[in-house]
């Protein structure tokens, strides 16, 4: 059984290399033609007239990934605390599986709720007297990166309520009952004794919220606007690197194919770098 682990170990650790391998043989040599600054820092994306810049693809996929965060962490976290430690038996029987139903819902579904749906609210928050007088909101849309942020912390919500739940649960008991025998009261030894101890997994939970939201594609496609310009605001259309990967792909050819796959590059590298990130933080937690 060890050599059938391993081999499992090693067929996945395949598949990232072969990913990897394939995403910068094809997608180096056409940085190289266009020019890494160009290709990162131009503003302008234009196949038509081998124009390839990709820097308002970059800011929408960071500002929707940010909006997303502010939605679905601070929902998804306190939702777990919850149904941990706070939820009776009973209400768990039904948030738990509302929960899982949640995770399995497809994304299409996800984009047809956000288009019939919360695209028509913005657009009606939008023109009300507040969103202009007091956000001085003057063209607000439906279709925008608001409306995106916000349906893709709907979808971030079931991997960190899970995956932050779990590692609550794990927590030992001796922790919460010794925050108890120095006199806490019950909400204290959740917030500063049980959840400090789980820091490292509710990490984890928003690292993988974090990759769930940055590589959505078909939702965003369906709420976000879909406009290869720098951001305007937060009611205006947007394009992120996934949507512009999943829209130029179908007609693509040559080097405006390759930029394509020189996108997916970067939006590799920016996983990696969100990773690492998160791995440091995580380390040094567990030092202090």
Not at 12 to 27: D, H, K, R
Not at 113 to 124: D, R
Not at 133 to 147: A, N, P, Q, R, V
Not at 206 to 227: D, F, P, S
Request: with cysteine.
């Amino acid at each position: 059984m060890r050599w059938v682990f391993t081999a499992c170990a090693c067929v996945s650790i395949l598949a990232v290399a072969l990913i990897c391998a394939f995403l910068f043989a094809n997608g180096v040599p056409a940085l190289a033609e266009i020019g890494p600054l160009k290709f990162l820092l131009g503003t302008t994306w234009k196949p038509g007239n081998n124009i390839y810049g990709i820097l308002p693809m970059i800011l929408g996929s960071i500002y929707v990934t940010a909006g997303a965060l502010v939605v679905g962490v601070p929902i998804g976290l306190l939702t777990a605390i919850y149904m941990s430690r706070f939820a009776p038996p009973s209400v768990n029987r039904i948030l738990q599986p509302a929960v899982e139903l949640l995770a399995g819902i497809p994304s299409v579904v996800y984009g047809f709720f956000g288009m019939m749906f919360l695209a028509p609210a913005v657009q009606n928050f939008a023109k009300t007297d507040f969103a202009r007088y007091t956000l001085h909101i003057e063209d607000g849309k439906g279709l925008s990166m608001f409306t995106a942020s916000l349906l893709l912390g709907i979808m971030i919500l079931p991997t960190i309520i899970t995956v932050s739940k779990t590692n609550l649960d794990a927590v030992p008991d001796s922790y919460y009952e010794g925050s108890l025998a120095l006199g806490a009261t019950h909400e204290r030894s959740v917030f500063f004794t049980i959840l400090p101890a789980a820091k490292s997994g509710v990490l984890s939970a928003i690292i993988l919220g974090v990759g769930r939201a940055v590589g959505e594609t078909m939702a965003v496609v369906m709420v976000a606007g879909n406009q290869p310009r720098m951001p305007q605001g937060l009611f205006q259309g947007v394009r992120t690197m996934t949507s512009n990967i999943v829209m130029d792909m179908g007609y693509a050819t040559d080097l405006h194919r390759e930029a394509l796959i020189a996108t997916g590059v970067v939006l590799f590298v920016f996983i990696l770098l969100i990773n690492l990130c998160f791995s440091a933080v995580k380390g040094s937690g567990r030092n202090d």
